[in-house]
């Protein structure tokens, strides 16, 4: 069974940082494409960053270009969010998805709160 657990989410103030984990299990790692999602209620949920296994490939929203990076652990079997020069409208419930290539995503996590005070 293929499960994706995100965390590191929390309260912070505005400028401050977070590094959020998705740990994914259940399936080969080497050729997935893993993305970052995030939602505030109300509204749709909007692509944040994303990374394709295969090729190295990252992108990125324009609303947290130079502020947030994607990385992988491959020994650990995590992607990690780096979140940087935090803002209150990056405050928004973050998921981390998976699935065999980049805008095809099949598997989501549960979901991790980030709040950014001002």
């Known amino acids: 069974e293929v499960q994706l657990q995100a965390s590191g989410g929390g309260l912070v103030q505005a400028g401050g940082s977070l590094r959020l984990s998705c740990a994914i299990s259940?399936?080969?790692?080497?050729?997935?494409?893993i993305g970052w999602f995030r939602q505030v209620p109300g509204k749709e949920r909007e692509g944040v960053s994303c990374?394709?296994?295969?090729?190295?490939?990252?992108d990125y929203a324009d609303s947290v270009k130079g502020r947030f990076s994607i990385s992988t652990n491959d020994a650990k079997n995590t992607v990690y969010l780096q979140m940087d020069s935090l803002k209150p409208e990056d405050t928004a419930v973050y998921y981390c998805?998976?699935?065999?290539?980049?805008?095809?995503?099949?598997?989501w996590g549960q979901g991790t709160v980030v709040t950014v005070s001002s």
């Open positions: 990374i394709s296994r295969t090729d190295g490939y990252t």
């Open positions: 998805a998976s699935g065999v290539s980049l805008g095809t995503y099949t598997y």
């Open positions: 259940g399936f080969t790692f080497d050729d997935y494409a």
